[in-house]
Structures are given as C-alpha cells and as structure tokens.
C-alpha cells in the first residue's frame, strides 16, 4: 500500500467516494435483478432450460414430465414450472458424503443395539 502524504488527502478521499458510489450502483442493480427473478414464480420451458443448471434440451424435460420426474402444470398445452418448487427438485438430488454416509451408519448401528 502506497502512503499517502497530508495534502493528497482530498484527492485520496475523492477517488474513495467515487469508488464507493460504483459499488453502491452494482449492489443496486444486483437487488433489482434478483427482485425482477422472484417477480414471477412462474417458468415456461424456455426459461426451466435456461434456470437448470445443465441446460437440458426440450426433449429431456419433456420426457421428465411424462416420467413424473419433475414438478410441473399444464395451462392448457404449455408447460409451465413453479421456480421454488424446480429448486427444491434440483435440491433433493443432493448425494451425501462419504462421512456423512459414515455417521449415520454409525448412528444406525448404536440406535439398534441401544433399542432406542
């Protein structure tokens, strides 16, 4: 860090405000955008394809659909996905660690021969 002289001050605190007001204007912008996504809860396939992480093609979803793999409704022939409820599904998929697995093996087994 350079250092700073008595008279560079002013200029020093200037640039800080400037830089301040920069970072303000994005944390702004960040809010806005996320505000616009919880807006409408509401998904049509397009958007499900561009929310999910791998990016699936339509055949896939709809072939998830027929399964009953993943949440949805019908309004009349459009599909349409509850963003909170795709989260959740993407959520649920999550695949415990090896420790994890480990300790509630461990917590299997001394339940069982406790009896409690």
């Given at each position: ?28 912008s ?43 409704y ?5 599909l ?12 649920a998929?999550?695949?415990?660690t ?19």
């Open positions: 860090m350079s250092q700073f002289t008595f008279n560079d001050l002013p200029d020093v605190v200037a640039t800080l405000v400037e830089e301040i007001r920069g970072l303000k204007s994005l944390v702004e960040g809010q806005k955008n996320a505000k616009a996504d919880n807006a409408n809860p509401w998904m049509t396939l397009k958007e499900f394809q561009q929310f999910h992480p791998e990016h699936p093609a339509a055949p896939t979803i709809y072939g998830w659909v027929r399964c009953g793999l993943v949440p949805y019908k309004k009349g022939k459009k349409i996905f509850k963003r909170q409820e795709i989260e959740d599904w993407l959520n998929g999550r695949q415990k090896d420790i994890e697995m480990e300790t509630e093996a461990i917590n299997y087994i001394n339940h069982r021969r406790t009896g409690k």
